[in-house]
């Protein structure tokens, strides 16, 4: 591989500066930013292979990686709405002052019975049931790693 390959596809793609710019912009000890890298890295990949016929099963491999973009999306809790509070239906009188309990609302539908598969002890089981959108982001991390750990070595080749 020539040097001049290497740059015209590497340093003057448009993906590359756009890792560089979240590099910039996160922490290094934040999650947050490692998984903005993976998804940037993740959808420059399918972009990549989605419209050539490079290998059989390309599609499923591209579906694979969106839903791996999806996933990412929901465990960083960007561009997805799991949760929201209902401040001005909840409020009273306390001692001359109002005071407001915001009301939590789940948006998203969450399978509950199976939460000791995901919690470790009691504590986290009774979270998870309170704050349903934890035991979602939680189902979406390991749903993600998962399909990661399994198709990971087919998207590098």
Known sequence: MSVRYWLKTHLFSKHFWKKIKILCQTRPYDFWGLYKIEQATIRELWETIKDDDI???????????????RLLDIMMDDKVSLF?????????????????????????????????RFAKNKVLEEYYVKY?????????????????????TAWAD
């Open 132 to 152: 349903p959108h934890e035991l979602y982001i939680e189902k979406a991390r390991r749903l993600y790693h998962k399909i990661r750990y399994e198709r990971d």
């Open 84 to 116: 929201h509070f209902n401040r001005l239906e909840n409020y009273e009188l306390r001692d001359d002052r109002v005071v407001f309990n915001p009301q939590y609302v789940c948006d998203v539908k969450v399978n509950t019975k199976n939460v000791k």
């Open 55 to 69: 290998y059989v099963g390309v599609e499923y491999d591209v579906r694979d990686m969106k839903i791996c973009e």
